[in-house]
């Protein structure tokens, strides 16, 4: 483990809006806690701070505890934490055009969306996360980025890492090993980071391509990178070392003397409101009543199970909001009347841009038809759907 863990929160008990906050592991009083919490150059302190969760909606919502409660005027904190296997978009993406919904569902992986901008990354146990928080002045990406690229100079010194100006790290000058993303606030900031040491790039790549094609959109798009892991060119590079060079590295380059201290952010006495904040990032209304506006067109095939006969449909949607405000689809007249292909897109209308809401939605259309009529609508509707993810 990491080398001077301590199993205590009460240090934030220094900091503003967390006065309530109460350790489960040591009095609120220690001597050691009170030296860790007064310590401090020049008026500023360290905190390092490990999360013992791997849920990603926990992990997002610790972000956002910290950031709202806690003085960053008086004290910098990192946050270090993983997850178990998550996508995780940017605020102000578009999940159809970012992942792969349904490969998402068939591995049981989830969706999230973060409150600071960037683009879309694969989160699994074999990545680290490190967020650094500090007050909007003092807010410095390259030198929080120095941090890392120094400790895996220092752990491999053969290493070539280096810090691109689109605040990245690239291993060899071409793979990425890093990805940021930041929030400013009013007189706080926190920037975080990946670090993949040993993820699985065969989900990564599963994962992160379009679900829906035809997407036309000001949504934020990520900038497809090639990747690599750390220990597919350092392979013997154990997490703890890698823990404990970090630490050590933020201390010195930010003249620090804090431990790392572990903590559950599902505990709701140490964190008061955060299962609340937790809920609200796994809300649909969250994850994707929170897209950008959209619109959909794109060339629908279609095929007749029964007579083989072929056709095609153009459909044209415009999603506002994750809620379908307008459908139109152009079906040939010989494939299905026209009145028919209008009541489906009528009813697909006020749904949301989900494809198991749109299909309970259908069920009574596709129920008043039978035969030969019902088959194509049928059809129509599966071709519709999925479009959706």
């Known amino acids: 483990m990491m080398s001077h863990i301590r199993r205590t929160l009460p240090l934030l008990r220094g900091c503003s809006g967390v006065s309530r906050c109460q350790s489960s592991y040591l009095p609120a009083q ?7 919490i007064t310590a ?4 500023k302190a360290g905190l390092v701070l490990q999360s013992q969760s791997t849920d990603v909606y926990q992990n997002l919502a ?3 505890w910290i950031d709202a409660s806690v003085d960053l005027q008086q004290r910098s904190v990192l946050l270090l934490w993983r997850n178990r296997p998550a996508v995780v978009i940017g605020r102000h993406q578009n999940p159809w055009t970012e992942c792969s919904l349904s490969a998402m569902s068939g591995a049981g992986i989830p969706l999230a969306r973060r ?3 960037g683009g879309t990354v694969f989160h699994d146990l074999g990545n680290l996360n490190l967020t650094f928080f500090t007050s909007k002045k003092a807010y410095d990406r390259q ?3 120095k941090v890392i690229t120094e400790a895996l100079r220092r752990l491999r010194p053969g290493l070539d890492v280096q810090a691109t100006d689109r605040f990245d790290i690239l291993l060899n000058g071409q793979f990425k090993i890093s990805g940021s993303a930041s929030r400013l606030s009013r007189k706080s900031s926190y920037h975080h980071c990946t670090l993949l040491h040993s993820a699985d790039r065969s989900a990564l790549a599963a994962v992160l391509r379009p679900s829906c094609p035809g997407i036309h959109s000001n949504a934020t798009p990520s900038v497809p990178s090639p990747v690599a ?3 597919d060119h350092a392979p013997t590079l154990q997490w703890e070392e890698l823990l404990d060079a970090l630490v050590h590295q933020y201390n010195a380059e930010f003249s620090f003397d804090a431990a790392s201290t572990l903590v559950n952010p599902a505990d709701e006495s140490a964190f008061p409101g955060l299962g609340r904040a937790a809920a609200e990032l796994r809300s649909w209304d969250w994850i994707f009543g ?11 095939e279609l095929t007749d199970d029964q007579s083989s006969a072929r056709s095609a449909a153009r459909l044209h949607m415009e999603v506002k909001n994750g809620v379908i405000e307008s459908c139109e689809l152009d079906v040939l007249a010989d494939w299905l009347p026209q009145g028919l292909s209008g009541e489906l897109s ?3 209308v006020g749904e949301r841009f989900c494809r198991h809401r749109a299909a309970a939605a259908v069920v009574a259309l596709l129920r008043s038809e039978s035969g030969e009529l019902q088959n194509r609508l049928h059809n129509l509707c599966d071709a519709v759907m999925s479009v959706m993810g």
């Open 40 to 43: 401090s150059d020049g008026g």
């Open 290 to 300: 929170k897209t950008p506006k959209f619109s959909v067109q794109t060339l629908l």
């Open 143 to 145: 030198r929080n980025l």
């Open 346 to 348: 009528g009813v697909l």
């Open 115 to 117: 409150r600071s901008g």
């Open 30 to 36: 220690s001597s050691s806690t009170s030296s860790l």
């Open 62 to 64: 610790l972000e956002d």
């Open 229 to 231: 892991n750390l220990q």
